[in-house]
């Protein structure tokens, strides 16, 4: 999987994709625009009023989209 929202189908890949992100944060901050916890959650929300998700149908890949949003949106 490594950080591909798009694979993301289920609650179990979810919580997958979830622990390589954290390891992809350990491990890699400078791929990271938000290394705090608020500037995330800004970033994140950022992203999903910008249309970030894009009528994702699947709920789980909609989550994994919005969470990979707050990593790379500024």
Request: no cysteine.
């Amino acid at each position: 999987m490594k950080n591909n929202a798009s694979e993301v189908k289920d609650g179990e890949s979810l919580v997958r994709y979830l622990s390589e992100l954290r390891e992809n944060l350990n491990t890699n901050p400078e791929e990271w625009e938000s290394l705090t916890l608020d500037d995330y959650l800004e970033a994140m929300t950022a992203f999903v009023q910008d249309g970030g998700l894009r009528s994702e149908g699947n709920p789980y890949t909609a989550i994994a989209r919005a969470v990979t949003g707050g990593k790379i949106y500024e």
